[in-house]
């Protein structure tokens, strides 16, 4: 079983929908990240979060440490926003990082 | 451009062949990193770079030698692969002891025939 979870797998979406990826981790960390991987490869990093909500035009990240669980929203989605959206936790003890399968993401015009 | 550079972009090669992979950054990060990415596999972390210095090697096969001359490239050499180390491999950065900033590279997609 792997240490972070990401639900769900794939998302299709019409312009306009408010769109949700949860990610569920099991061990202990000390920052959660949002990574946006297009096609091609590149990854960028939306969001580092160690608590609470940040928020970054329409897309805004939470955390619940004591549930272990991270949601990203977009809202208003747009075509441009299709992307593999991954989760990734850096562990409390150390350098190593966790990270989710990824969420595919395909927002329809 | 994230301001982390990957060279080449694509590359094939046989199982016999060596060959090098590069990264460059001039962010003025202190810690750099290999990853790996296969087909419907999670990231894999496989080398971490402080100051010059590797801190972690994550289990990587031999066939696999990372070079960091400076805080600013990163190389990760290869020879003799295995048609399964055919994946997307991804140079990330980052200021030493902190997650702000990290940033990927565009990766290298490698082939192995």
């Known amino acids: 079983k792997n240490e972070v979870e990401q639900s769900p797998q794939n998302l299709t979406a019409q312009e306009g929908e408010f769109i949700t990826i949860n990610c569920s981790y099991s061990?202990?960390?000390?920052?959660l990240h949002w990574l946006q991987q297009h096609p091609g490869g590149g990854i960028v990093s939306l969001f580092m979060l160690s608590s609470g909500k940040k928020k970054h035009g329409r897309l805004i990240a939470t955390i619940n440490i004591q549930e272990k669980h991270s949601s990203l929203h977009i809202t208003a989605s747009h075509p441009r926003d299709s992307a593999v959206y991954i989760c990734?936790?850096?562990?409390?003890?150390?350098?190593?990082?966790?990270f989710g399968t990824g969420t595919s993401l395909t927002v329809i015009p | 451009e994230t301001g982390v550079t990957q060279t080449p972009r694509h590359l094939v090669m046989g199982m016999t062949n060596k060959k090098s992979l590069k990264c460059e950054q001039h962010?003025?990060?202190?810690?750099m990193y290999w990853y790996k990415q296969s087909a419907k596999k999670p990231l894999e972390l496989m080398f971490v770079?402080?100051?010059?210095?590797?801190?972690e090697n994550n289990s990587v096969p031999s066939r696999f030698s990372p070079e960091c001359p400076n805080s600013s490239h990163l190389f990760l050499h290869l020879h003799t692969l295995q048609p399964e180390d055919s994946a997307l491999y991804l140079c990330?950065?980052?200021?030493?002891?902190?997650?702000?900033?990290?940033?990927f590279g565009s990766g290298t997609r490698l082939t192995v025939v």
């Open positions: 770079y402080n100051f010059k210095e590797q801190t």
């Open positions: 061990v202990g960390i000390s920052a």
């Open positions: 990330a950065s980052s200021p030493q002891g902190t997650d702000y900033g990290y940033t």
């Open positions: 990734a936790v850096r562990s409390g003890t150390g350098n190593q990082f966790y």
């Open positions: 962010l003025g990060h202190n810690a």
